[in-house]
């Protein structure tokens, strides 16, 4: 893990002999070489700090299912090596000179978004994850405002961002549990308030995973009747106890009669091949299904929109994230409410293990990842 110490140290060494801006931060993780390699210890270089920059020494990296696309090049192709992660949390090790949000010593969290243009209508209000130009993402994302480099995640013992980008973790928090907030909980906290999602209301939750846990816990905490779809028994007893009111196993077709029509507002989280008519046809009219899953490319739901069309006004959309200040605020909320993921602390050594898990099912419910362990 690398100190504040001797971060000053290689400073001032490479301010003697490098230019006023500062030198490049070393910085180790993990990193796939190839997209059906494993994972191997990798060291690089970050950006120098500039005056609206923190550096962060990462304490804890969660494991979304978008690292696992990501690295698979579900989506697309990217460049190896690869080195994941968009679910930080940690401890601000040095500030530049015109930072003024966070000091030497505090928690700091970092989620999908590390920078954008900050000019156009959507960073302008706030919606950063739509900038015109691209936001900038934590890893794999060409950074624009640093030479086109190519961002490298989480899995790693520090970061450097701009303040304005970073997310202020309260120091009562349970700094174990907070990464997986910066990306699960704000992709499924945005739409359940995009969506307007009040107390009483009859709402649903299909895949409950990483993101789905999060969904369920945020809804009943409106005091909105839950209902969880999954694909096994398996998490049936953890879904009630979270305070969802009945849960659906979308593989037992009698658990789905007498359900048409039924929910104001459906989130979809579901990473794999589905029908999503499903959903659309158990909502009420004008009822909402959101859909923030992302499932590879080649395996990507279709709609057909002749049956869209028979399916009367009940609305689908799609949901990204969220932008930078709904994020602060998921945040704030959800520490000052103790509404956490639950999660399994695991060592760098046992991220190829834990992908897998995460592919079968076997996970309840975020794998985090302690940057100590990091070699
Ligand atoms: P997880 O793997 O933790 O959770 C997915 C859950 O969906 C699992 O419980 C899985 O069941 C369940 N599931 C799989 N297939 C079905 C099905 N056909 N019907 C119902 N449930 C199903 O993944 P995450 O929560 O981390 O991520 C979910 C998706 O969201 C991913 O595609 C990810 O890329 C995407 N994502 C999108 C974001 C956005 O901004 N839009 C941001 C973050 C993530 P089982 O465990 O039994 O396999
Ligand atoms: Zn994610």
Sequence with gaps: MISTASINQLNAQSMSNTNQSGSRIPAKGMALFAKDGNFQPYEFTRHAVGDNDILIEILYAGICHSDIHMGRGDWNEIAYPFVPGHEIAGRVVQAGKNVTKFKVGDYAGIGCIVNSCGQCGYCKADEEQFCE??????????????????????????????????IKIPQNADIQKIAP???????????????????????????????????????????????????????????????????????????????????????????????????????????????????????????????????????????????????????????????????????ADQIDEAYRNVIDGKVKFRYVIDAKTLK
């Design 181 to 347: 907030l910066l990306c699960a909980g704000i992709t499924t906290w945005s739409p359940i308030h995009f969506s307007n999602v009040k107390k009483g209301e009859s709402v649903a939750v299909a895949g409950f995973g990483g993101l789905g846990h999060m969904a369920v816990q945020y809804m009943v905490a409106l005091g909105a009747s839950v209902t969880v779809f999954d694909i096994t028994d398996d998490k049936k007893a953890d879904a009630i106890r979270l305070g969802a009111v009945r849960y659906v196993n979308v593989n037992s077709p009698n658990e789905l009669e007498g359900l048409k029509d039924q929910f104001s507002f459906i989130v979809s989280t579901i990473p794999d091949k589905y029908d999503p008519m499903l959903y659309v046809r158990m909502l009420k009219e004008n009822g909402e299904l959101a859909i923030v899953g992302m499932p590879s490319l080649a395996n990507t739901p279709v709609i057909p929109t002749t049956f869209l069309a028979f399916a009367a006004r009940r609305k689908v959309y799609g949901s990204m994230i969220g932008g930078i200040k709904e994020t602060q605020e998921m945040l704030d909320y959800s520490v000052a409410r103790g509404i956490y993921p639950e999660v399994k602390i695991i060592s």
């Design 133 to 166: 130009k691209g936001m900038v993402g934590t890893y794999a994302s060409v950074d624009y405002h640093h030479h086109d480099e190519i961002t490298q995640g989480g899995y790693a013992n520090n970061y450097v961002i701009s303040e304005d980008y970073a």
